[in-house]
T-cell receptor, first 114, second 116 residues
Framework: AQKVTQAQTEISVVEKEDVTLDCVYE???????LFWYKQPPSGELVFLIR??????QNEISGRYSWNFQKSTSSFNFTITASQVVDSAVYFC???????????FGQGTRLTINP | NAGVTQTPKFRVLKTGQSMTLLCAQD?????MYWYRQDPGMGLRLIHY???????AKGEVPDGYNVSRLKKQNFLLGLESAAPSQTSVYFC???????????????FGPGTRLTVL
């Protein structure tokens, strides 16, 4: 069975600090997708990134970066120079290659203090 | 392009009442999904559909039924609501055959349901 673990329930940092959100996954599939979604206080789910299991290249998008390591089954998310607007709950998720059903982690609540 | 919309946004039911949540998408997506979000548990898949006229069970299907009579709509029904079904419900869609396979699920704004 597929499983996603986000061990950090809550993280609180001061603005401009760097912060890393951890994600560890379990799957027996050889092909799969990994995702990060952001859920701001308004409640909607915002897609951040998708990575397929064949592509282990790290990705950077502005202040956001993602580190995918198949050897440790991890897909960690780093925010550099955090801002108050980054405060949200962040979900890591895993999907199969077929029907693309998502399995979510429990989420990490990130609070950026001014 | 409205994306994924959900109706209603909020609803309060009494135990035993029934209701239907409507999800609509205008992205011509083949796949649609219903999730529920409970505090501290992330989102869990209730039912999903890989095409018009097809539905399948997800991780937590008990107490819910779904229908996909039109490609753009996916309905979630509660026949006899229970307090354990108090949750936030999210609909999502993915995969456009015309535009090539897109594997990202896009979510609606959610429906907050309270069962008393």
């Amino acid at each position: 069975a597929q499983k996603v673990t986000q061990a950090q329930t809550e993280i609180s940092v001061v603005e401009k600090e760097d912060v890393t959100l951890d994600c560890v996954y379990e799957t027996r599939d050889t092909t799969y997708y990994l995702f990060w979604y952001k859920q701001p206080p308004s409640g909607e789910l915002v897609f951040l990134i998708r990575r397929n299991s064949f592509d282990e290249q790290n990705e950077i998008s502005g202040r956001y970066s993602w580190n995918f390591q198949k050897s440790t089954s991890s897909f960690n998310f780093t925010i550099t120079a955090s801002q108050v607007v980054d405060s949200a709950v962040y979900f890591c998720a895993l999907s199969d290659w077929g029907a693309q059903k998502l399995v979510f982690g429990q989420g990490t609540r990130l609070t950026i203090n001014p | 392009n409205a994306g994924v919309t959900q109706t209603p946004k909020f609803r309060v039911l009494k135990t035993g009442q029934s209701m239907t949540l409507l999800c609509a998408q205008d992205m011509n997506h083949e796949y649609m999904y219903w999730y529920r979000q409970d505090p501290g548990m992330g989102l869990r898949l209730i039912h999903y559909s890989v095409g018009e006229g097809t539905t399948a069970k997800g991780e937590v299907p008990d107490g819910y039924n779904v229908s996909r009579l039109k490609k753009q709509n996916f309905l979630l029904g509660l026949e006899s609501a229970a307090p354990s079904q108090t949750s936030v419900y999210f609909c999502a869609s993915s995969y456009s055959r015309l535009e090539g396979k897109t594997d990202t699920q896009y979510f609606g704004p959610g429906t907050r349901l309270t069962v008393l």
